[in-house]
T-cell receptor
């Protein structure tokens, strides 16, 4: 079946450090891939997405590239800020799964000033 | 601006009581979803709907029900609340265009079952 695996947290970084959160997936079809972010006390919101192999999604300085050969969609940011502290969810939506979205367990990021 | 709202934001109830959580969206989206979020489990799908009068079970549907009588609302009912249903519940909607859809989430309802 379809699944998403992302690195366990929490991840603690100093401001301006480089961020990588790993995400790998298993899917039977050709999924779209997403990163959602959840700030404290809020619902999830879309951060970026990629809908086909080799696409790069980007937003607010975050990037992720859809790698079909390694079934990965790692999230990166060159210089994190305190305001990036949140929980990040990798997700996929596969047409063979009825367009439902499958979420990873989430990775909590703490950024220290 | 279009939005998705949930009510109540916090609820405390007792074991065995029936509880209904409301979800209302003004996006005019076809698809609506209910998830629960628990530490270590991420988001798990409870029920979902692809349109009026359509409902489907997700991976953790036991003890929950939904009905979709209009486009805007998908209330979630816990028939007889159990302590294992203490969780944070999120409603979401999407346009229904396919697997590239973005889901839009409500702010969540924190439910405690004593």
């Amino acid at each position: 079946g379809n699944s998403v695996t992302q690195m366990e947290g929490p991840v603690t970084l100093s401001e301006e450090a480089f961020l990588t959160i790993n995400c790998t997936y298993t899917a039977t079809g050709y999924p779209s891939l997403f990163w959602y972010v959840q700030y404290p006390g809020e619902g999830l919101q879309l951060l970026l997405k990629a809908t086909k192999a080799d696409d790069k999604g980007s937003n607010k300085g975050f990037e992720a590239t859809y790698r079909k050969e390694t079934t990965s969609f790692h999230l990166e940011k060159g210089s994190v800020q305190v305001s990036d502290s949140a929980v990040y969810f990798c997700a996929l939506s596969d047409p063979t799964g009825g367009f439902k979205t499958i979420f990873g367990a989430g990775t909590r990021l703490f950024v220290k000033a | 601006d279009a939005e998705i709202t949930q009510s109540p934001r916090h609820k405390i109830t007792e074991t065995g009581r029936q509880v209904t959580l409301a979800c209302h969206q003004t996006w005019n989206h076809n698809n609506m979803f209910w998830y629960r979020q628990d530490l270590g489990h991420g988001l798990r799908l409870i029920h979902y709907s692809y349109g009026v009068h359509d409902t489907n079970k997700g991976e953790v549907s036991d003890g929950y029900s939904v009905s979709r009588s209009n486009t805007e609302d998908l209330p979630l009912t816990l028939e007889s609340a159990a302590s294992s249903q203490t969780s944070v519940y999120f409603c979401a909607s999407s346009e229904g265009g396919g697997n590239t859809d973005t889901q839009y989430f409500g702010p969540g309802t924190r439910l405690t079952v004593l």
